[in-house]
């Protein structure tokens, strides 16, 4: 096996050197799309769709809204999605005695996102957004037959999403509380700056990143001047990734973890983030802060019993993006400080990812996404190569996109290929599909997921978990 090395990190911070100086130059006469998403930000005078025409990547889980909305009133308007989805694995082998066996259907699914949005006038307006499902599959095929952690997270769920209240103060100082969703960063395959939202990773690579992000209850505080704009935000809420539990298909252990110490919420265990971002002729660029905690645990020995600890971090970055011609130039980089890892008891540890991605719209209703982000970590210890997860030196993550539309854009083809190692060769997760618009807001989508073997956990124990999948989704 061959591993990243200082020399790939070094070649990936020169092209990000060489990406800032074409965006000092403003090569594009046109510009970028809000610099923060996750929040409407006031009109500008410039005009930002153009710069991105062309540069959206549509994906199964979009749909296009309604004409009309006929659930709605003077100062209310009901929407939302209703989609039934199921999933049929064709790779497992038959099951050892007394463990779950996971061959043929693994999801029957009805889902429910109502989304309820009031004008309170005066500039303010309220948003609830609820989550829920039910699988049928686990009845279908013998509830016994999985442990009560794998019913709990994966039979059914009710959740309240994005539900917040939001307004100007004044013409430039807006103002929004509840649960939300903060987007930082360019990349819309990979995480460098983007630290902000947990994700649900109990079933990994069947969607895109952005439908998977969890919103967290905090407040947010956007002012304006000119082309520039500058976020404030206190985390109340303390969440973590929601991550395959024992007895699942994508747990790689046959042992229960440890109890998690999960902080309680507000207090001294608030979390903040700060972001600066501009909008140019042709570019933008962002800057962020942050302390918070780690989403991923380590272990840790306390009142004589192994738990599962979250580190507080403090990070810094930035985010960039340009426009050349057919080309959309993305680079980020940010830096942590502040991790822990159980082979090195009483160690914090800094490290650096960067990112550098490229966007291609020179083909017509296409486009070619390529980004790579190398994880460099600072001070390496030799005894972090012990346990069952080694923690590398440096770890390479590279993703390939291509979406395209067809037929007046009611045929869309996605193919996803994510890889892990500077030789791509530490396994990965490959999604390709398909949807087609059967009429005006009902959609059919299909496809299969497979994973890529390695020597590494996790994927040298979920490599047999390739299946395909169909959804049928009906928004109103």
Not at 123 to 129: K, L, Q, S, V, Y
Request: aromatic share 10%; glycine share 8%; charged share 25%.
């Amino acid at each position: 096996m061959i591993r990243p090395h200082l020399g790939a990190s070094a070649a990936l911070i020169c092209l990000l050197a060489t990406n800032l100086q074409v965006l000092a130059l403003g090569a594009a006469d046109s510009e970028l799309d809000q610099a923060l998403s996750g929040f409407d930000e006031p009109e500008q005078d410039s005009d930002l769709d153009a710069a991105l025409e062309g540069f959206d990547n549509p994906s199964g889980d979009t749909h296009a809204p309604t004409d009309t909305q006929p659930l709605s009133g003077d100062h209310w308007r009901l929407s939302g999605d209703l989609w039934l989805s199921g999933a049929w694995n064709y790779a497992h082998s038959r099951p050892d005695p007394g463990e779950t066996d996971w061959r043929g259907l693994s999801q029957l699914r009805v889902n429910a996102r109502p989304e309820l949005l009031f004008d309170l006038g005066a500039g303010w307006d309220a948003n609830i957004r609820v989550n829920a499902f039910y699988d049928f599959a686990y009845s279908i095929n013998g509830r016994s037959d999985y442990t009560s952690q794998v019913l709990r997270e994966y039979e059914s769920e009710l959740e309240l999403q994005d539900t917040f209240v939001r307004g100007s103060l004044n013409d430039w100082l807006d103002l929004k509380l509840g649960r939300q969703i903060v987007v930082w960063g360019k990349s819309d395959n990979l995480r460098v700056v983007d630290v902000l939202n947990p994700l649900d990773q109990r079933q990994p690579g069947v969607t895109d990143i952005e439908n998977l992000r969890l919103p967290v209850t905090m407040s947010r505080l956007d002012a304006y001047r000119g082309d520039w704009s500058l976020s404030g935000l206190v985390l109340h809420e303390i969440r973590f990734d929601k991550l395959p539990v024992l007895g699942s298909e994508f747990y790689p252990w046959s042992m229960p973890l440890p109890d998690e110490d999960v902080p309680d919420d507000g207090g001294s265990n608030t979390e903040y983030a700060l972001a600066l971002s501009g909008i140019m002729p042709g570019w933008d660029i962002s800057f962020h802060l942050a302390r918070l905690f780690d989403d991923t645990a380590h272990l840790e020995i306390g009142d004589n019993r192994v738990k599962r600890v979250h580190s507080r971090l403090h990070m810094a970055g930035f985010a960039t993006n340009a426009v050349l011609g057919n080309w959309l130039l993305k680079s980020e980089i940010a830096h942590l400080d502040g991790l822990e890892f159980a082979p090195a008891p009483g160690e914090t540890f800094a490290r650096t990812d960067a990112l550098l991605g490229v966007d291609y719209n020179g083909f017509d209703n296409a486009t070619l996404t390529l980004e790579s982000a190398i994880r460099h970590l600072h001070d390496y210890d030799p005894k972090l190569k012990q346990g069952q997860l080694p923690v590398e030196r440096n770890r390479v993550e590279t993703a390939f996109r291509y979406s395209a539309d067809f037929y007046h854009e009611r045929w869309n083809v996605v193919l996803v290929a994510t890889r892990y190692g500077e030789s791509l060769d530490e396994g990965g997760i490959t999604r390709a599909q398909f949807t087609y618009e059967l009429r005006q807001a009902l959609e059919l989508t299909a496809g299969v997921v497979a994973y890529h073997s390695a020597d590494q956990l996790p994927f040298q124990a979920i490599s047999n978990n390739d299946r395909i999948f169909a959804e049928l989704r009906f928004s109103f």
